[in-house]
């Protein structure tokens, strides 16, 4: 019987404990001020330029915000407004200032009008509208006896207003303060406060648990991760489906968006300020109420949206980048039928046989839909070189997991996770250029390929994820430490085993590799994730945010490696990386072995300053 392709590629994805392919999922302006901030409300220092009424009314003076999420800075909520209150609404005939130098004021013709978002997608998020006589920006506080969240709203000043509210408390009474400016001027009331009731987090939502946290060591901002669940029997698709959410340093939920039509994988901003997910049969463009803007399908796949481009590949797995074209690059999977393969990762005499073998290939496309680069791994590489995995979870050869275009020199940037290789390959002529990873098993002409190690300490990548360059042309990676051997040497035990994020510095004009930093095992905590997980540098603090997306043990909690029967949680630990020992800020935790369910896993983390993206520059 002959299976559709997309069905096959289902179930290769998603078998293992963890799910996906070999057990994986397989993830304006502002004035120094993030969403991700609490504040006091009842400290008004900073709120000098809201009206009389908001300041004697105000109704949601907190007195047990603690001090470990209240954000001190003396930059924030610096403006100073001016003296004379506004009211809310007014007529059009008071709507210019008697001032002539200092033009009209900024008053509201309508609204704000608030009201809870009608996504079922994205349902702790709100929808705002409010009319002003002239174009001006907008300030939202929101508040609950939690604390408050302060946003000013990115984007160009505008009079007609229609904007999301994000950062809601989820099951508590929200009350919502929107502020308004000019260019130039300070933010005033912009109407009366209005006060909305969040919905409560469901029931099966994942249980997150703030283990330590130094908020002011910490990046500023909010944590996005990408959370699946697994049933213990390698299921994941239909189980829990896409979640994506948003959580303070306090690991408070203040946005999500839940998709059970299927799992998700990489998911990231865009220049134009959307939201990007990559799913197993879609990638889509959303905004952060989950209306969908553009998307593309495979071609032989049934559309999700009308408006949906076709593009000619199998499937999109494990990653998606915008290009600075504006072009995506995705990876598809290729298989083949190769004669005399490997039968056996731990016997060497074992009798070859043809095999039909899943590749990946690195696929460059318009935003049209059109092919413009295609990258084949078994073209590039020996399909006969295997690793552990590739043959016992159903022949998967590369299992590649992350694609990276390097601007600096017209790269593109692929990690192969069952072969430990990390490889950069010429955009225009589709050459390799070097090749980081153990050189167990290489033969001529991949051999010379191989980055050469130098310095001490060193370590090699062991089925890695997440490769990225940093602006000092260094390599981050999370190493998952995974085997640490090829076959048919033995495999490091997963009780002594341990994963760790590491920058790699390397020269390719003298094909060489040099260990930068690592925190993981002895230069960190022992933490042991056989699969998925991330590493991400943090732009302005220096800090590293490390995912142990995948952490694996057997019934008593051992680790173990066996990933068809685990349970399975998360760890999300952000570091500081500058003199001395790096030091850990940030542990967020992602545990609930239920009997039924095994775990929570999660594909990939970010740190955004806020949760209203805007247009890059």
């Known amino acids: 019987m002959r299976l559709w392709p997309g069905i096959i590629i289902s179930m290769l994805l998603f078998v293992s404990c963890g799910g996906g392919i070999n057990g994986e999922r397989d993830d304006g302006e502002m004035d120094g001020l993030t969403d991700g901030d609490l504040v006091d409300p009842s400290d008004q220092s900073d ?49 210019l200032s008697t001032d002539d130098d200092a033009g009209p004021l900024p008053q509201t013709i309508a609204g704000p009008t608030i009201t809870l978002n009608d996504n079922p997608l994205v349902p702790l998020a709100a929808k705002g509208t409010l ?148 799913f197993l049969p879609r990638i889509i463009m959303t905004d952060m109420l989950g209306n969908v803007t553009a998307a593309w399908h495979p071609e032989k796949r049934t559309p999700l949206y009308d408006f949906s481009v076709p593009v000619a590949v199998e499937t999109f797995h494990h990653a998606v980048t915008e290009m600075p074209s504006g072009n995506l690059l995705t990876l598809d999977t290729d298989k083949r039928t190769v004669a005399d393969w490997p039968t056996s990762e731990t016997d060497p005499a074992a009798a070859p046989a043809d095999a039909t073998i899943t590749g990946d290939e690195a696929v460059e496309f318009s935003r049209d839909g059109t092919v413009l680069h295609r990258y084949l791994m078994l073209d590039l590489l020996d399909p006969y070189r295997i690793g552990y995995t590739s043959i016992r979870m159903f022949k998967q050869w590369s299992h590649a997991n992350a694609v990276y275009y390097d601007e600096s020199d017209d790269t593109v940037v692929v990690s192969l996770r069952n072969q430990s290789v ?17 050189h167990d098993n290489w033969d001529a002409p991949w051999a010379s390929y191989l980055l050469t190690p130098v310095g001490d300490p060193f370590a090699w990548n062991y089925y ?125 935790s992602i545990d609930d072995p239920a009997a039924a369910l095994r775990g929570w896993r999660v594909y990939r983390s970010a740190r955004w300053p806020m949760l209203y993206p805007a247009p890059q520059d």
């Open 464 to 588: 890695q994820h997440a490769p990225t360059i940093l602006d000092d042309g260094t390599l981050l990676l999370f190493d998952n430490g995974a085997y640490r051997a090829f076959p048919y040497e033995t495999i490091y035990p997963a009780t002594d085993n341990w994963s760790r994020a590491v920058i790699f510095d390397v020269d390719p004009f003298a094909m060489t590799v040099s260990q930068v930093w690592e925190w993981g095992g002895d230069t960190g905590e022992k933490i042991y994730s056989s699969y998925l997980s991330d590493a991400d540098h943090l732009p302005q603090t220096g800090n590293i945010l490390i995912t142990f997306g995948g952490i694996t043990t057997d019934a008593s909690g051992t680790p173990t490696d066996d990933l068809l029967n685990c349970a399975i949680s998360a760890r999300i630990i952000e570091v500081t990386r500058g003199a001395g020992p790096s030091q850990k800020v940030f542990d967020l």
């Open 47 to 95: 709120h000098s330029d809201q009206t009389d009424q908001a300041k004697n009314d105000d109704p949601v003076a907190v007195d047990n915000a603690t001090d470990d999420f209240v954000d001190e800075s003396p930059d924030l909520l610096s403006d100073e407004s001016s003296d004379e209150p506004v009211d809310g609404s007014v007529d059009a005939d008071d709507l």
């Open 422 to 438: 990390v490889m950069k390959i010429g955009r225009a002529d589709g050459l390799i250029k070097w090749m980081l990873g153990p």
């Open 131 to 278: 009319k002003t006589n002239i174009p001006t920006r907008l300030r939202i506080t929101i508040a609950s006896t939690e604390g408050a969240r302060v946003a000013e709203l990115p984007g160009v000043a505008t009079a007609d207003h229609s904007f999301p509210v994000l950062g809601l408390f989820p099951g508590l009474s929200n009350t919502i303060t929107v502020e308004m400016k000019v260019e130039g001027g300070n933010y005033i009331a912009a109407g009366a406060p209005v006060i909305l009731d969040a919905p409560a987090l469901p029931a099966d939502f994942p249980p997150l648990t703030v283990l330590s946290a130094q908020p002011d060591a910490m990046e500023p901002g909010w944590t996005l991760l990408n959370i699946s669940r697994s049933n213990g029997n390698g299921n994941t698709d239909g189980v829990f489906g896409c979640l994506l959410a948003a959580v303070d340093s306090a690991g408070r939920v203040g946005w999500y968006y839940h998709d059970t039509a299927g799992d998700c994988y990489d998911f990231g901003l865009m220049a134009d300020g959307s939201l990007m997910i990559q």
